[in-house]
């Protein structure tokens, strides 16, 4: 319950050789359970899904089926979705349980300090704050407590756990909250004391009988749908914790960037641009071939809009620094002018860069299945047609064509 993540190409491998897919689908729904990890790697470009895929199935065939395969193609669908709605993401796909007028936009302090009273909330937000990391499951009932129980919305709820997370994706992360919620999803995801002890049986501190969620299922129904008031906002209830700041520059004990690069450092060099979502080891540069200008580049655009935890500007920034060799402050318009005498710029893309990248230096992200043209509607959907023809992962690859395309 108290991961850490150096981050280094090499933790991301120990993680990566300590899965065990078995162990992985029979208790990765509780909290002890065998999760694999890797999501700030995955997220950070440190690990790419099918890197992920074939070293698993390298040391033990799977079906294409199997529950870690499938998990790691749900974040391919949420990134899926983001390519087709865009921004559209960051609203309500469709009205939930209730309007999005009858929910608070602001998240209380009492959810923000770890003091509801509920054990299972203030055991998730002040594990979320030690590590940067929580259990899929708590994420669930964090989300499902914020808007279900709390009546906020759930664009609040998800705005503020993308911050603090080391492995905040967008797309994952928002289209998630919108399932707990039900505006993309047909139902919302309730829970209750019951569920959490099924999941945290013998960890100390999150079993919650006695709380506002030791309830039944119809009650928390209810109060989803509107049909019944919800319960009274706790009263004060122990210090709790003092949220982490949040920036949207670097925090001052990191290294402040450095200027763009002069016209005639970059005039005819390939220069290639190392984001906070591509941190893996640099390709190998053919024999006879110069290296390529390597640029560790913060996007201005971004950052302006979305803050970070200090420790997750940390993460990032050691990485950059570790494979690149200054790192950049810019926004598109500047980089652009900066890089214009080129001979070529490229980066591999990710949907988190500003739009305005030019599409010519974008370089297709590996894949682990073939993405649908078509927008699918549901993970069911986009499964169907990305893993069509396959049957199972062994000896690093598919046993049909399509499922490492790059």
């Not at 002069?262 to 906070?276: E, M, N, S, T």
């Not at 990710?350 to 043209?373: E, G, K, T």
Request: net charge neutral.
């Amino acid at each position: 319950m108290t991961p850490t993540f150096p981050p280094t190409r090499t933790a991301a491998l120990a993680r990566l050789a300590a899965v065990r897919p078995a162990a992985y689908a029979s208790s990765r729904n509780r909290l002890d359970g065998a999760v694999t990890g890797l999501s700030p790697y995955l997220t950070h470009g440190l690990l790419s899904l099918p890197e992920v895929a074939a070293s698993v199935a390298a040391r033990q065939a799977l079906p294409v089926d199997h529950k870690l395969v499938q998990e790691l193609a749900w974040r391919e669908f949420f990134h899926h979705v983001w390519q087709h709605h865009g921004d559209a993401i960051l609203e309500s796909l469709h009205e939930g349980p209730r309007p999005d007028a009858d929910y608070s936009a602001t998240l209380p302090d009492d959810i923000r300090q770890a003091r509801t009273g509920v054990p299972v909330i203030d055991a998730a937000v002040r594990t979320l704050y030690a590590t940067g990391w929580l259990h899929n499951h708590a994420r669930m009932w964090l989300a499902s407590y914020v808007v279900h129980v709390r009546g906020v919305h759930w664009r609040a709820g998800a705005d503020w756990l993308v911050a603090h997370l080391l492995d905040g994706d967008l797309a994952s992360n928002h289209l998630s909250w919108q399932w707990i919620a039900g505006t993309g999803s047909h139902k919302p995801y309730l829970f209750n004391a019951e569920n959490v002890a099924r999941y945290t049986a013998g960890l100390a501190g999150w079993a919650s009988p006695g709380s506002v969620v030791d309830t039944d299922y119809a009650t928390l129904e209810r109060w989803a749908r509107g049909t019944l008031a919800l319960p009274a906002a706790p009263g004060r209830v122990g210090p709790g914790v003092a949220e982490p700041a949040l920036w949207q520059r670097l925090p001052p004990d990191l290294a402040p960037p450095a200027a763009l690069p002069a016209k005639q450092a970059v005039a005819g060099r390939d220069v290639w641009l190392v984001h906070p979502w591509s941190l893996a080891d640099p390709a190998p540069v053919p024999r006879g071939e110069r290296d390529p200008l390597r640029l560790g580049v913060w996007p201005a655009e971004f950052h302006d809009r979305w803050p970070w935890s200090a420790a997750r500007w940390r993460f990032v920034a050691a990485r950059l620094s570790a494979i690149t060799s200054q790192l950049l402050w810019a926004d598109s318009a500047a980089l652009q002018q900066a890089l214009a005498g080129a001979a070529s710029v490229r980066c591999t893309d990710n949907p988190h860069l500003p739009a305005d990248w030019p599409a010519a230096w974008r370089q297709p992200a590996p894949r682990l299945l073939a993405a649908p043209d078509a927008l699918c509607s549901s993970f069911s959907q986009f499964w169907r047609q990305a893993s069509r023809g396959i049957t199972r992962l062994g000896g690093g690859a598919a046993e049909q064509d399509g499922l490492f395309d790059e």
